[in-house]
């Protein structure tokens, strides 16, 4: 069965190492024919901050149109996050705090979504366990059908493993396991959308 697929870097900063992965991901699906594979890169993240401002559904800057446009039409939604604190990203906090309600709610509906955190060092549990929890209580408050990839990644001192452009540079163990990453996740939407 068809479906399609996106990739969100939530990280802020240019050429960050949540790219880098977001780019291998990319690299990995299209040796599996998944060649139209957009990614969200939140280098130009302009959403307001809770508290100070909306996203206005009608009045999209590019960068939210990107971002909500991917995200729709994507069946298989990978969401990779710097740990930033033992946590995710603010930016993604926020993106869900600003996206989680019911004018966003197709987004988080027929929907199987994979998660990774990134990391320069020994860290990226944490960021997919927490967005896990998040997502999970955002497609049941919003009453979705949507799944959460139960295998997650964990990119473990990422610019040794992967270069600017997402390509392979580090170790065997490292390329296993984010090939097992992206096939586990399209073998979850094989079954959730047949």
Same mark, same amino acid.
């Given at each position: 069965m068809a479906f399609t697929v996106g990739i969100i870097s939530a990280s802020p900063q240019k050429n960050s190492n949540? &790219?880098?992965f977001a780019k291998a991901l990319q690299h990995l699906l299209a040796e599996r024919s998944f060649t139209e594979v957009q990614i969200v890169n939140f280098e130009d993240y302009d959403i307001p901050w809770v508290g100070e401002g909306s996203i206005n559904p009608k009045q999209l800057t590019d960068f939210q149109h990107h971002l909500i446009n991917v995200w729709s039409k994507s069946? #298989? #939604?990978?969401? #990779?996050?710097?740990?930033?604190n033992w946590s995710f990203s603010p930016q &993604?906090?926020?993106?869900?705090?600003q996206l989680g309600g019911k004018a966003f709610a197709h987004l988080f509906d027929n929907k199987v979504f994979a998660l990774a955190g990134v990391s320069s060092g020994r860290g990226g549990r944490q960021p997919a366990l927490q967005l896990t929890t998040v997502l999970n209580k955002l497609i049941n408050f919003l009453d979705g059908n949507s799944v959460i990839a139960p295998r997650i990644f964990e990119s473990h001192e990422t610019d040794q493993m992967l270069d600017a452009d997402?390509?392979?540079i580090g170790s065997e163990a490292y390329i296993k396991g984010a090939t097992?990453? #992206?096939?586990y996740a399209l073998r979850i939407a094989q079954r959730w959308f047949r």
């Open positions: 949540s &790219l880098r069946d #298989v #939604v990978f969401i #990779v996050s710097p740990e930033y &993604l906090i926020n993106t869900l705090d997402g390509n392979f097992a990453f #992206v096939e």
